[in-house]
């Protein structure tokens, strides 16, 4: 935000002139620590418990990471929230139950474990595709004539290609949620002591990291990512430098909407079910992940998004509160991480001015 | 060649648009009528083109118009055999597209269900469709070819008296008209007269607003606003029940969307969850009075407060929600308050849906009591609609004033830049809060008279497309504007609840005219002039296209 007296860089908490922040956070932290006390000592759930939410977390980790990338490429180029990123995932995701829809009826998916490896890659890659040509056709049409418009512009035309996506999906597959039916190579798992990880779950997160791994390097190593990086810095001083950056801005669409087909898949083999809204609501947390983690840094979208996963999953338990309560945890923590550290937790990678 | 194959873009984003009227059901809704509504968007598409290659020869044109007309036609008949063809063979085609079910290809192709189950060819129905639809874009091809611009000018010199008084006949016109379906031996479509009546009440609405902006300052202007009130304010009497409850309904949107236009239009902050202090309204006239609540139930000897004493409470409610969640968010940059907001709203109707010994979690709080005054129960839709009447001539008074008050003036000059503006001496964080506060005050308001009006709240009442429609309804009607609001909530509230069946794609159309305007006419409908001017200025600082430097 616009200040002529940059505040002190703080090591944790930018406290700047408020003490009250201070305050507030010692109370937070006060009653926070009781509930868990509280939860802790009576012992209401036991340590196997607490391993499988942890375990579950990680899964939902790693699937948020995979759209908060999406969220903070977008965000680091172009300063805007993609708000359809989320229905991005979620065509990505009904492009996965038809394919896989299509693979169940050639019988791979109960097949060979070589059939039923081969039909969970090959719905990703649909997934991924379908994600692919919405993430572009939408960057090509609610936000390309936009791009020099006042901020608040293309935040709106967001909001209303996020609805229209949304609504088409209903209208198009129905009310009805579709159901995964999970290929026979993941639907087991195994046991390491007490506890059960299922394959989907190891599935979700070796993937997803390893789609991050690649993506990490196609923004430090490639061509197209020093270019990507360098219209983050400066749109105008890369077009002279000889980067088209129209290129580049679709480019970066596509990388974001690769991973959200793929996690739209992975959403789809966690959850089993997949609903016109299913995208909505993963995809604003992913965005709040990125926050978190500090937008426009993709370790901090990974951080961020591995802390969201495991507090949302542990949370609502450590708390004492029903699990509904978990989106509720969610938005409190994004709104106390701006509120204590808005460039949050490992820093904003903005360039100068555009913070 | 590559002039007559320019036909193949345009022709190709025409079949994009039928490929997606056609699969999310529009003719399984409308039936036939479907074939129609494809015929104008060919027809349409294909004059605007071609009037845009006005200067290319009539040959030329012609042929694009066929491109446009065949392309599309065939493609969707092309689909429509193939489904015909599914369909015969059993296979259900609605586990991929649940709206392509028989009845569907019966509509496109003029035959019943159960014949095109049976396997009836479906190719002379198809014929004619490509036919029709095919002829509907050459004629708009065609009719594009007429020297318009000629026509215009002779009109012009021809009724210039004429055409300075037109926009204020039209709304009296209109009026007339619907007093007209007032009288007894008026009888139209089968006692459908109640809403073609709203019909023509929203057009008069709207083009008595639009006659008020275009007419100059003068004794003209000032006899016609005195007619078009007094004309506002009989209404209610006029109408019967169920037009005064659409029109309650549009009001206690109109009143929300001025808060928020506050919020957004002058201040320039992206509020998503808008609904919570909406709902904040609702639930506390709602648990202070109604006869089911915990807070009645619990407390001995409280009999529930009246409209009266709940309206203040509600609204100091608001007021404080507004504050509490505007004093931490309000230093964010914009996009960060919009992400923030929207999590603030879906946290209220979480509390609200799970916080079950208080609020009735999903039965909702139920038997809100009517308001009174001197006695009298308002509880009816016409006394309810002037009380919610009542309330938006204040609200947009207030907001009037405020938006030509210093405080209204700082808005702008923070929305338009912020350091500029805080070097000039404004308080970025305490404006802002101001905003925001008004803005949740007449949420509050507004959720209050909708609690009244709907009897039961539920928590799905706040559900975040409210805050999606206020927001529509104000960037369409015109950013900033309170006459855009007012046609905003006709346009978007009031239209579709007498559009009943079209409910379904009200979303969709909302989503896709937010995308269509921003990239159109940012301004709105109605804009404010100053915002007109922002919008429009010649933007010197852009990157120059990166196809103009190749060449």
Redesign the interface.
């Known amino acids: 935000m616009s200040s002529f007296n940059p505040p002190k860089k703080g090591w944790l908490i930018n406290l700047g002139p408020s003490t009250y922040r201070l305050v507030g956070l010692v109370i937070l932290l006060a009653v926070l620590t009781w509930r868990v006390n509280d939860v802790l000592n009576h012992e209401t759930y036991n340590s196997q418990y607490w391993i499988l939410q942890l375990i579950n977390g990680l899964i939902l980790g790693g699937l948020y990471a995979l759209v908060a990338m999406g969220y903070t490429l977008v965000y680091g180029i172009l300063l805007m929230i993609n708000f359809a990123h989320g229905e991005v995932m979620m065509i990505g995701g009904f492009a996965g139950y038809f394919a896989l829809t299509g693979f169940q009826a050639l019988g791979w998916t109960s097949g060979t474990p070589l059939e039923s490896g081969l039909s969970v890659l090959l719905t990703m890659l649909v997934g991924m595709l379908a994600s692919l040509i919405t993430g572009i056709a939408l960057e090509r049409i609610a936000y390309r004539p936009l791009r020099n418009a006042p901020r608040l512009v293309p935040l709106i035309s967001a909001v209303g290609a996020s609805f229209f996506l949304q609504y088409t999906a209903l209208l198009l597959f129905g009310v009805t949620p579709h159901y995964y039916q999970k290929p026979a190579i993941i639907s087991s798992g195994l046991s390491i002591g007490d506890t059960f990880v299922t394959f989907t779950g190891l599935f979700i997160f070796f993937s997803s990291i390893l789609l991050m791994v690649m993506l990490y390097l196609i923004v430090r190593r490639s061509k197209m990512g020093r270019a990507m990086r360098s219209v983050a810095e400066s749109k105008e001083v890369s077009a002279l430098m000889g980067v088209n950056v129209d290129k580049v801005i679709v480019f970066t669409f596509a990388l974001g909407s690769v991973l959200a087909g793929a996690a739209g898949v992975m959403l789809g083999l966690h959850n089993t079910v997949m609903k016109f809204n299913s995208g909505f609501f993963p995809g604003i947390k992913a965005f709040t992940a990125a926050v978190i983690g500090g937008i426009g840094n993709l370790p901090g979208a990974l951080l961020g998004a591995f802390s969201l996963g495991l507090l949302e999953a542990v949370g609502p338990s450590a708390l004492g509160l029903p699990a509904e309560y978990k989106d509720v945890i969610a938005f409190s923590v994004l709104i106390l991480v701006l509120i204590f550290r808005p460039t949050g937790i490992l820093g904003e990678v903005l360039s100068e001015g555009k913070a | 060649m590559r002039t007559s194959l320019s036909g193949l873009r345009p022709a190709l984003a025409a079949f994009a648009i039928i490929l997606?009227l056609n699969?999310?059901?529009f003719p399984l809704k409308f039936g036939s009528v479907a074939i129609w509504v494809f015929a104008a968007v060919l027809f349409l598409i294909s004059f605007i083109v071609s009037r845009r290659a006005a200067a290319s020869s009539p040959a030329l044109i012609l042929t694009k118009s066929l491109i446009i007309g065949l392309v599309p036609s065939l493609g969707l008949a092309l689909l429509t055999y193939i489904f015909a063809s599914m369909q015969a063979s059993q296979i259900t085609v609605?586990?991929?597209?649940?709206?392509i079910l028989p009845p569907h290809t019966a509509a496109l192709t003029g035959l019943t269900s159960e014949q095109v189950i049976a396997g009836e060819s479906v190719v002379p129905g198809l014929f004619s469709l490509v036919l029709i639809l095919t002829s509907a874009a050459v004629l708009g091809g065609g009719l594009s070819l007429l020297p318009y611009e000629k026509l215009k000018s002779l009109q012009g010199e021809k009724t210039q008296g004429f055409r300075s008084t037109l926009p204020l006949l039209i709304p009296l016109l209109l009026f007339a008209a619907y007093l007209s379906l007032r009288l007894p031996s008026v009888e139209l479509f089968d006692s459908q007269e109640n809403k073609f009546g709203l019909l023509l009440l929203y057009v008069f609405f709207g083009s008595s607003l639009y006659a008020l902006r275009t007419i100059p300052q003068g004794r003209l202007k000032t006899a016609f606003l005195i007619v078009a009130v007094l004309a506002t304010i009989a209404v209610p009497l006029l109408n019967d029940q169920l037009q005064n409850s659409v029109l309650g309904f549009v009001v206690v949107f109109i009143i929300m969307g001025i808060g928020l236009n506050i919020v957004?239009g002058f201040a320039?902050l992206?509020d998503?969850g808008y609904v919570a202090f909406f709902a904040v309204g609702a639930y506390s006239y709602g648990l202070l009075s109604s006869p089911t609540s915990w807070i009645l139930v619990n407390v001995p000897g409280f009999e529930g407060i009246s409209f009266w004493a709940g309206l203040p409470i509600a609204i100091v409610l608001g007021l404080m929600a507004g504050i509490l969640l505007g004093v931490?968010?309000l230093?964010?940059?914009?996009?960060?308050l919009?992400?923030?907001t929207?999590?603030?709203g879906?946290?209220i109707r979480?509390?609200l849906?799970?916080l079950r010994e208080y609020t009735d979690g999903p039965s909702g709080v139920r038997g809100i009591p009517t308001p009174y005054l001197f006695g009298h129960d308002l509880g009816n839709p016409r006394d309810l609609l002037y009380l919610a009447m009542a309330f938006a001539a204040v609200v947009t008074f207030v907001a009037l004033r405020l938006r030509d008050s210093r405080i209204g003036r700082s808005w702008v000059a923070m929305r338009e830049d912020?350091?500029v503006a805080?070097?000039m001496g404004i308080n970025l964080v305490s404006t802002k809060l101001l905003a925001f506060a008004f803005g949740a005050v007449f949420a509050s308001l507004s959720g209050t008279l909708y609690a009244v009006r709907q009897v039961n709240v539920f928590p799905d009442n706040f559900a975040l497309?409210v805050s999606?429609n206020v927001?529509?309804l104000i960037?369409i009607g015109g950013i900033g504007s309170i006459e855009g609001v007012v046609i905003g909530a006709i346009a978007l509230i009031g239209l579709p609840e007498i559009l009943r069946s079209v409910n379904?794609?009200r979303?969709?159309a909302?989503?896709?005219?937010?995308?269509a305007?921003?990239?159109f006419r940012?301004e709105g409908l109605l804009p404010s002039l100053r915002r007109k001017r922002?919008?429009h200025v010649e933007?010197t600082?852009?990157?120059?296209r990166?196809k103009k430097?190749a060449k």
């Open positions: 997606y699969l999310v059901g609605q586990d991929v597209f649940a709206q957004v320039g992206l998503l931490p968010v230093r964010l940059r914009g996009d960060y919009a992400i923030v929207l999590g603030f879906e946290i979480l509390i849906l799970n912020e350091r805080q070097a497309d999606i927001l529509a960037i379904e794609y979303v969709v909302f989503g896709a005219l937010l995308v305007m921003m990239a940012p922002e919008l933007e600082e852009t990157l120059p990166r430097v």
